[in-house]
C-alpha cells in the first residue's frame, strides 16, 4: 500500500505535545506493526525491516510528537496511555489516506465524481445512453441543467457546463461538436383519440387539431421545424395551447387537451400515442458540445457511450 509522504496531527488529539507536528506516514506503518506486534523483533520481520532501523524511527516520531507512546522494559514493550491515544488516531489517519487514494484512483478513471449536462427539448436523443451510463457508473453525480440552446453554449464558454445537447449549428473553435442521430417527427396523439385508429395518417389530419407547440422564446429550433412541416404542406395549424418543453407537451397531449408533433426518439407517457405521418421526412438533429480544453474522464465516457 502506498501512502503520502507525511501527515500533520493537531495537539488537541494527544495532550503535552506541540502546536502542530510533521510525521511521515511511514513512521505511523512503523509504530502500528509495534503496537500490534509489542515486540521490536517481531515488528521489524513483519515491516521487512532491521530491528535498529525500526528503533530509530520509533525514537524520532516520539521526539517529534513530544510524547512516549511506549514503556519499554528489557523484557516487554508497553503502550502508554498516548501511545493508546496515538494508535486510535494513526489508524484514522492510514484510512482517510486510503480512501483519498481509492477516491483519487477512481475520479481518474471515470468512476466518481460528477457531470454537469447541459439540455433542452432534445434530451431524447441521450436518455438511453445516461440509463446506460448510469448504470455502468453509479458513483457519477449526474447534474441535468435545463437551458436552451444559446444558454448552454455560453455555460460551456464559462465552464459552468461539462456537456450540453443542443438543438442548434456550433460554429466556435473552442468547442467539440458531436452529431446525435437525425430522428423523424410524429404525431403524438391520446390514446383514445379517433386517429389512432386511421391505418395511414397525414399531417392535413391534424389541421383542426388543438395544436400544443413549444413557442420559439423556448430557445431550441422545435417550433421553426413545425412551423416549416406544416407551411412546406400548405398548412396552418390550430395553435391555441403552448408548452416549454415536449415533456409538458406530451403531458398535455395525455390528458387530452391536444395533439403535436414531436421526434421519434422521445419517451412519451402512459395514454399517449405515436404515429408515424405519411407526408412528413423532416428530421431533428441535436448534437452534444463540450470544450475542447475539458480533458475529464468521466466525460469522455460519457461522449463513448453517445449514440452514433
Known amino acids: 500500500m502506498k501512502y503520502l509522504k507525511s501527515a500533520t496531527l493537531y495537539s488537541k488529539d494527544i495532550s503535552d505535545v506541540r502546536s502542530e507536528t510533521v510525521v511521515e506516514l511511514r513512521q505511523i506503518r512503523y509504530f502500528l506493526a509495534l503496537a500490534e506486534e509489542l515486540n521490536f523483533s517481531r515488528a521489524a520481520q ?20 513530544g510524547a512516549k507512546l511506549f514503556h519499554r522494559t528489557k523484557r516487554q514493550v508497553q503502550l502508554t496511555a498516548a501511545g493508546k491515544l496515538f494508535m486510535t488516531k494513526a489508524y484514522e ?9 481509492i477516491r483519487t484512483r477512481m475520479t481518474s478513471t471515470g468512476m466518481e465524481g460528477e ?39 455560453e455555460a460551456l464558454l464559462e465552464n459552468k457546463l461539462d456537456i450540453g445537447v443542443v438543438g442548434i449549428p456550433v460554429k466556435n473553435n473552442q468547442l467539440e461538436v458531436f452529431p446525435l442521430p437525425k430522428v423523424h417527427f410524429m404525431a403524438v396523439l391520446p390514446d383514445n383519440h379517433p386517429l389512432v385508429k386511421r391505418e395511414s395518417l397525414y399531417l392535413r389530419d391534424l389541421k383542426d387539431e388543438t395544436f400544443i407547440i413549444i413557442p420559439r422564446s423556448s430557445g431550441h429550433i422545435y417550433y421553426d421545424m413545425v412551423m416549416g412541416i406544416f407551411q412546406q404542406a400548405g398548412l396552418m395549424p390550430n395553435f391555441t395551447i403552448q408548452a416549454h418543453d415536449l415533456q ?5 397531449v395525455a390528458s387530452g387537451m391536444g395533439v403535436t408533433l414531436a421526434p421519434s426518439l422521445l419517451q412519451t407517457y402512459s ?9 412528413v421526412d423532416q428530421v431533428l438533429q441535436a448534437s452534444l458540445v463540450w470544450r475542447k480544453d475539458n480533458h475529464s474522464q468521466i ?6 457511450m453517445a449514440p452514433k
Do not use: C, W, Y
Open 46 to 65: 513483519r515491516l521487512h525491516i532491521a530491528q535498529p532501523p525500526l528503533s530509530r524511527q520509533i525514537r524520532e516520531l516520539e521526539e517529534e510528537i
Open 93 to 101: 489517519i492510514l484510512d482517510q489516506v486510503e480512501q483519498a487514494r
Open 115 to 153: 457531470i454537469r449536462i447541459g439540455f433542452t427539448g432534445a434530451v431524447h436523443d441521450m436518455i438511453p445512453t445516461l440509463q446506460e451510463f448510469r448504470k455502468r457508473f453509479p458513483k457519477v453525480i449526474i447534474s441535468l441543467k435545463h437551458m436552451n440552446s444559446a444558454e448552454q453554449i
Open 299 to 304: 466525460l469522455d465516457n460519457l461522449v463513448a
Open 248 to 252: 409538458t407537451a406530451l403531458a398535455l
Open 271 to 279: 395514454g399517449v400515442i405515436k404515429r408515424k405521418l405519411q407526408d
